[in-house]
């Protein structure tokens, strides 16, 4: 069952990775979202024992709360901190046109002479299609 736990964590965790090294900013949110709920089945995944509920009189064997409690704290502050990114990334798409890394660095002559190549490729497409 461990095993299953951490080929889970993994995937998750390479996925996210992954994600995080692309220039879309989207892309980017969906990593860290995809690296916290690796963290979260981490913490869950050690906390795997059997056992009674921990309610007095204790029994012999009690299962750990504490991992539950953890995972359950992290996934509200991932929460939290997933809404703050797209925050940010709605304010970046709106003032600056750009949903990609790469465009933030560009000065306004380039963001203006991209645009008119986009838009040439599009009346080119358009000639073509009809």
């Known amino acids: 069952m461990k095993l299953a736990f951490a080929l889970a ?7 996210g990775v992954h994600q995080l090294l692309q220039r879309d900013l989207v892309r980017v949110v ?3 979202v995809l690296i916290s709920h690796s963290a979260v089945l ?3 995944a050690s906390g795997l024992t059997r056992g009674d509920a921990p309610i007095y009189p204790l029994p012999k064997s009690v299962s750990d709360p504490l991992p539950q409690a953890m995972a359950l704290t992290a996934l509200v502050i991932g929460l939290a901190v997933v809404a703050l990114l797209l925050t940010l990334l709605l304010r970046i798409a709106r003032a600056y046109r750009v949903y990609g890394m790469h465009e933030l660095g560009e000065t306004e002559a380039e963001r203006e ?3 008119r190549e986009e838009a040439a490729h599009a009346r080119a497409a ?5």
Not at 126 to 130: D, G, M, T, V, Y
Request: no cysteine; net charge negative; glycine share 10%.
């Open 9 to 15: 964590v993994a995937v998750l965790f390479g996925t």
């Open 42 to 44: 981490t913490l869950l």
């Open 113 to 115: 002479e991209r645009l």
């Open 30 to 32: 969906v990593g860290f």
């Open 126 to 130: 358009e000639r073509e299609a009809s």
